[in-house]
T-cell receptor, first 111, second 113 residues
Framework: GQSLEQPSEVTAVEGAIVQINCTYQ??????LSWYQQHDGGAPTFLSY????GLEETGRFSSFLSRSDSYGYLLLQELQMKDSASYFC????????????FGAGTRLAVHP | NAGVTQTPKFQVLKTGQSMTLQCAQD?????MYWYRQDPGMGLRLIYY???????DKGEVPNGYNVSRLNKREFSLRLESAAPSQTSVYFC????????????FGPGTRLTVT
């Protein structure tokens, strides 16, 4: 089967840096992606990693280590609008895009 | 370009009633998905359709049926609603390749009493 683990809650202050970790156990692993969801809203795509290493997209970066079955999302220069839930999701090989999501990490950014 | 649309936005059912949740996308995507989201449990895949004419079970298919009506539309049916199906339901679509991002609709908030 598949399982993902990520912290349930993280708290940080504006302007700080926060890292949200994700560990996974799965077969047929293709890559790891991250989604953001504000309260009452729909999930929106942030990034993905299919290869080991760091991918940077503006203030957000995502990292993957396939050998450690581990990844993280790094948020820099935190803003109040970054308060949201963040989900890691495992992508599977097999010719189609099927995702299994973690339970999510709720990030609270304080002034 | 509306992206992914879902109807209805809210619904209250009594136990045993049936209903169909509608989803449509205008991005010419091959793959479509239905998820449910319960508090503290993230998104769980109910059914998906890798391409028009095909559907497959996800993690939690029991109590649901789906129809991929055409490339644009993918509906989810609850034949006999149960309180355990109270949840927020999201439809999503993607190009279908492993690295394609999924685009989500605004969700349907369903309560079964």
């Amino acid at each position: 089967g598949q399982s993902l683990e990520q912290p349930s809650e993280v708290t940080a202050v504006e302007g700080a840096i926060v890292q949200i970790n994700c560990t996974y156990q799965t077969s047929g692993f293709y890559g790891l992606s991250w989604y953001q969801q504000h309260d009452g809203g729909a999930p929106t795509f942030l990034s993905y990693n299919a290869l080991d290493g760091l991918e940077e997209t503006g203030r957000f970066s995502s990292f993957l280590s396939r050998s450690d079955s581990y990844g993280y999302l790094l948020l820099q220069e935190l803003q109040m609008k970054d308060s949201a839930s963040y989900f890691c999701a495992v992508m599977f090989s097999g010719g189609y895009n099927k995702l299994i999501f973690g339970a999510g990490t709720r990030l609270a950014v304080h002034p | 370009n509306a992206g992914v649309t879902q109807t209805p936005k809210f619904q209250v059912l009594k136990t045993g009633q049936s209903m169909t949740l509608q989803c449509a996308q205008d991005m010419n995507h091959n793959s479509m998905y239905w998820y449910r989201q319960d508090p503290g449990m993230g998104l769980r895949l109910i059914y998906y359709s890798a391409s028009e004419g095909t559907t497959d079970k996800g993690e939690v298919p029991n109590g649901y049926n789906v129809s991929r009506l055409n490339k644009r539309e993918f509906s989810l049916r609850l034949e006999s609603a149960a309180p355990s199906q109270t949840s927020v339901y999201f439809c999503a679509s993607s190009g279908g390749q492993p690295l394609d991002e999924q685009y989500f609709g605004p969700g349907t908030r369903l309560t079964v009493t």
